[in-house]
Protein backbone atom coordinates (compact mmCIF):
# COMPACT_ATOMS: atom_id res chain seq x y z
CA UNK A 1 0.00 0.00 0.00
CA UNK A 2 2.61 2.40 1.00
CA UNK A 3 4.41 1.89 -2.44
CA UNK A 4 1.73 2.37 -4.11
CA UNK A 5 1.02 5.50 -2.48
CA UNK A 6 4.30 6.54 -3.24
CA UNK A 7 4.16 6.02 -6.69
CA UNK A 8 0.86 7.59 -7.27
CA UNK A 9 2.50 10.59 -6.20
CA UNK A 10 5.69 10.26 -8.14
CA UNK A 11 3.19 10.09 -11.28
CA UNK A 12 1.32 12.94 -10.04
CA UNK A 13 3.85 15.00 -9.78
CA UNK A 14 6.01 14.15 -13.23
CA UNK A 15 2.11 14.27 -14.94
CA UNK A 16 1.40 18.02 -13.05
CA UNK A 17 5.27 19.58 -13.87
CA UNK A 18 4.67 18.39 -17.32
CA UNK A 19 1.67 19.26 -17.93
CA UNK A 20 1.54 23.11 -16.38
CA UNK A 21 5.01 24.09 -17.78
CA UNK A 22 5.84 28.10 -16.22
CA UNK A 23 2.25 28.56 -14.98
CA UNK A 24 3.23 25.53 -12.59
CA UNK A 25 6.21 26.45 -11.58
CA UNK A 26 5.60 29.80 -11.09
CA UNK A 27 1.94 28.64 -8.94
CA UNK A 28 4.37 26.25 -7.13
CA UNK A 29 6.73 29.15 -6.18
CA UNK A 30 3.94 31.09 -4.95
CA UNK A 31 2.37 28.80 -2.86
CA UNK A 32 5.81 28.29 -1.29
CA UNK A 33 5.67 31.65 -0.69
CA UNK A 34 2.95 32.01 1.06
CA UNK A 35 3.83 29.00 3.38
CA UNK A 36 7.32 30.44 4.50
CA UNK A 37 4.84 33.32 5.08
CA UNK A 38 2.75 31.25 7.51
CA UNK A 39 5.97 29.68 8.83
CA UNK A 40 7.12 32.97 9.91
CA UNK A 41 3.80 33.46 11.58
CA UNK A 42 3.87 30.93 13.74
CA UNK A 43 7.38 31.22 14.80
CA UNK A 44 6.52 35.10 15.45
CA UNK A 45 3.48 33.81 17.47
CA UNK A 46 4.13 30.98 19.39
CA UNK A 47 8.19 31.69 20.07
CA UNK A 48 9.89 34.52 18.79
CA UNK A 49 8.72 37.03 22.25
CA UNK A 50 9.70 33.76 24.72
CA UNK A 51 12.94 33.43 23.88
CA UNK A 52 16.31 35.27 22.50
CA UNK A 53 17.52 33.10 18.87
CA UNK A 54 19.08 34.02 15.86
CA UNK A 55 16.36 35.58 14.30
CA UNK A 56 16.45 33.29 11.80
CA UNK A 57 12.27 33.46 11.26
CA UNK A 58 13.64 36.71 8.52
CA UNK A 59 15.10 34.08 6.41
CA UNK A 60 12.25 32.15 5.64
CA UNK A 61 10.31 34.20 2.98
CA UNK A 62 14.02 33.70 1.00
CA UNK A 63 14.69 30.52 1.67
CA UNK A 64 10.72 28.67 1.00
CA UNK A 65 11.07 30.01 -2.85
CA UNK A 66 14.52 29.40 -3.35
CA UNK A 67 14.35 25.78 -2.41
CA UNK A 68 11.35 25.16 -4.51
CA UNK A 69 12.82 26.50 -7.49
CA UNK A 70 16.12 24.79 -6.42
CA UNK A 71 14.68 21.46 -6.21
CA UNK A 72 12.26 21.62 -9.62
CA UNK A 73 15.66 22.19 -11.46
CA UNK A 74 16.46 19.16 -10.03
CA UNK A 75 14.33 17.50 -11.45
CA UNK A 76 14.29 18.88 -14.54
CA UNK A 77 18.28 17.87 -15.41
CA UNK A 78 20.04 15.12 -13.78
CA UNK A 79 23.34 16.82 -14.59
CA UNK A 80 22.46 19.79 -13.26
CA UNK A 81 21.43 18.21 -10.14
CA UNK A 82 25.22 16.87 -9.74
CA UNK A 83 26.65 20.41 -10.22
CA UNK A 84 24.32 21.96 -7.82
CA UNK A 85 25.20 19.48 -5.00
CA UNK A 86 28.80 20.25 -5.90
CA UNK A 87 27.71 23.98 -5.55
CA UNK A 88 25.91 23.57 -2.55
CA UNK A 89 28.57 21.76 -0.31
CA UNK A 90 30.84 25.00 -0.14
CA UNK A 91 27.75 27.07 1.66
CA UNK A 92 27.83 27.50 5.50
CA UNK A 93 25.71 29.04 7.96
CA UNK A 94 27.75 32.32 9.15
CA UNK A 95 24.86 32.94 11.77
CA UNK A 96 24.43 30.03 14.98
CA UNK A 97 20.89 28.52 15.71
CA UNK A 98 20.22 29.27 19.36
CA UNK A 99 16.85 27.69 20.03
CA UNK A 100 15.72 24.34 19.09
CA UNK A 101 12.59 25.97 17.94
CA UNK A 102 14.51 26.94 15.16
CA UNK A 103 15.66 24.09 13.80
CA UNK A 104 12.37 22.82 13.56
CA UNK A 105 10.90 25.95 12.24
CA UNK A 106 13.62 25.67 9.23
CA UNK A 107 12.71 21.87 8.73
CA UNK A 108 9.20 23.17 8.29
CA UNK A 109 9.93 25.72 5.68
CA UNK A 110 12.14 22.91 4.06
CA UNK A 111 9.55 19.74 4.20
CA UNK A 112 6.94 22.94 2.51
CA UNK A 113 9.40 24.36 -0.28
CA UNK A 114 10.09 20.79 -1.35
CA UNK A 115 6.29 19.67 -1.19
CA UNK A 116 5.40 22.97 -3.42
CA UNK A 117 8.66 21.53 -5.42
CA UNK A 118 7.24 18.12 -6.25
CA UNK A 119 3.77 19.95 -6.96
CA UNK A 120 2.17 17.59 -3.50
CA UNK A 121 -0.17 20.10 -2.30
CA UNK A 122 -2.09 17.72 -0.42
CA UNK A 123 1.07 16.72 1.61
CA UNK A 124 1.99 20.46 2.14
CA UNK A 125 -1.84 21.04 3.56
CA UNK A 126 -1.10 17.61 5.89
CA UNK A 127 2.01 19.22 7.02
CA UNK A 128 0.56 22.74 8.54
CA UNK A 129 -2.45 20.58 9.66
CA UNK A 130 -0.30 18.82 11.95
CA UNK A 131 2.23 21.73 13.25
CA UNK A 132 -0.69 24.43 13.63
CA UNK A 133 -2.62 21.26 15.89
CA UNK A 134 0.78 20.21 18.10
CA UNK A 135 1.39 23.80 18.39
CA UNK A 136 -1.92 24.59 19.84
CA UNK A 137 -1.87 21.49 22.39
CA UNK A 138 1.34 22.37 23.01
CA UNK A 139 0.45 24.36 25.77
CA UNK A 140 -2.43 22.94 27.66
CA UNK A 141 -0.60 19.49 27.37
CA UNK A 142 2.34 21.53 29.57
CA UNK A 143 -0.01 22.31 31.79
CA UNK A 144 -1.59 18.85 32.15
CA UNK A 145 1.95 17.76 33.06
CA UNK A 146 2.10 20.15 35.89
CA UNK A 147 4.51 22.61 34.36
CA UNK A 148 2.31 25.45 34.44
CA UNK A 149 3.30 28.58 36.00
CA UNK A 150 6.68 27.67 36.45
CA UNK A 151 9.75 29.54 35.72
CA UNK A 152 13.20 28.04 35.09
CA UNK A 153 16.17 29.60 34.61
CA UNK A 154 19.92 30.13 36.05
CA UNK A 155 21.03 31.96 39.76
CA UNK A 156 24.50 33.78 39.49
CA UNK A 157 26.01 34.56 42.97
CA UNK A 158 29.03 36.67 43.80
CA UNK A 159 31.15 36.10 46.76
CA UNK A 160 34.09 36.49 49.04
CA UNK A 161 36.05 32.91 48.93
CA UNK A 162 36.30 32.86 52.57
CA UNK A 163 32.39 34.18 52.58
CA UNK A 164 31.88 30.63 50.60
CA UNK A 165 34.12 28.71 52.47
CA UNK A 166 32.58 29.21 56.06
CA UNK A 167 28.78 29.71 54.75
CA UNK A 168 28.64 28.00 51.04
CA UNK A 169 27.25 24.60 52.56
CA UNK A 170 23.96 26.55 53.68
CA UNK A 171 23.20 28.15 50.00
CA UNK A 172 21.92 24.87 48.23
CA UNK A 173 19.41 24.33 51.46
CA UNK A 174 18.28 27.93 51.17
CA UNK A 175 17.42 27.97 47.68
CA UNK A 176 15.57 24.33 47.35
CA UNK A 177 13.44 26.11 49.93
CA UNK A 178 12.85 29.46 48.28
CA UNK A 179 13.33 28.29 44.70
CA UNK A 180 12.36 24.68 44.32
CA UNK A 181 14.39 22.02 41.92
CA UNK A 182 18.04 23.61 42.08
CA UNK A 183 21.15 22.00 40.89
CA UNK A 184 24.61 23.85 40.99
CA UNK A 185 25.79 23.91 37.65
CA UNK A 186 29.31 25.98 38.25
CA UNK A 187 31.56 26.91 40.37
CA UNK A 188 34.95 29.49 39.63
CA UNK A 189 37.20 31.22 41.93
CA UNK A 190 39.45 33.91 40.50
CA UNK A 191 41.01 36.43 42.80
CA UNK A 192 39.66 36.27 45.92
CA UNK A 193 36.38 35.77 44.63
CA UNK A 194 33.62 33.15 44.17
CA UNK A 195 30.81 32.43 41.38
CA UNK A 196 28.62 30.28 41.64
CA UNK A 197 25.74 29.23 39.35
CA UNK A 198 22.54 27.15 39.95
CA UNK A 199 19.70 26.25 37.41
CA UNK A 200 16.49 26.42 39.25
CA UNK A 201 13.13 25.34 38.48
CA UNK A 202 11.34 27.97 40.56
CA UNK A 203 7.72 27.74 42.17
CA UNK A 204 5.09 30.57 40.69
CA UNK A 205 4.97 33.86 43.08
CA UNK A 206 8.63 33.69 43.78
CA UNK A 207 9.47 36.36 45.90
CA UNK A 208 12.64 37.67 44.57
CA UNK A 209 13.34 40.80 47.06
CA UNK A 210 13.29 38.00 49.62
CA UNK A 211 15.40 35.47 48.01
CA UNK A 212 18.45 38.24 47.46
CA UNK A 213 18.08 39.74 51.11
CA UNK A 214 18.24 35.55 53.10
CA UNK A 215 21.34 34.89 50.12
CA UNK A 216 22.89 38.14 51.55
CA UNK A 217 22.60 37.44 55.25
CA UNK A 218 23.92 34.29 54.89
CA UNK A 219 27.01 34.42 52.82
CA UNK A 220 27.48 38.07 52.46
CA UNK A 221 27.31 37.80 48.74
CA UNK A 222 28.26 41.22 46.49
CA UNK A 223 26.21 40.20 43.71
CA UNK A 224 23.58 38.24 43.19
CA UNK A 225 21.84 37.80 39.17
CA UNK A 226 18.92 35.67 37.90
CA UNK A 227 18.96 34.88 34.11
CA UNK A 228 15.43 33.18 33.32
CA UNK A 229 15.01 31.06 30.45
CA UNK A 230 11.02 29.33 29.31
CA UNK A 231 8.98 27.36 31.13
CA UNK A 232 10.82 24.45 32.66
CA UNK A 233 13.92 25.17 33.39
CA UNK A 234 15.11 21.72 34.33
CA UNK A 235 13.38 18.60 33.30
Not at 62 to 80: A, D, E, K, R
Not at 115 to 131: G, K, R
Not at 225 to 231: E, G, K, N, P, T
Request: aromatic letters at 6%; hydrophobic letters at 50%; glycine letters at 10%.
Amino acid sequence: MNGALIESLSQSTTARAAGDGLWGIALALVISTVAAALAQLLYTIFFEKRATGSQIQRSFLLVGPSITLLFICVQLSLPLSLGLLGALSIIRFRVPIKEPEEVGFLMVVVASAIACATYSYVLLAMLFVIVIGTLLLRRPVSALLGGAGRLGGLLLITLPDDAYAAHGAALEPLLLKRLGRVRLESVTSRDGVTNLSYAFRGRPGIAWADVKRDIASICRATAVSALFARQGGIQ
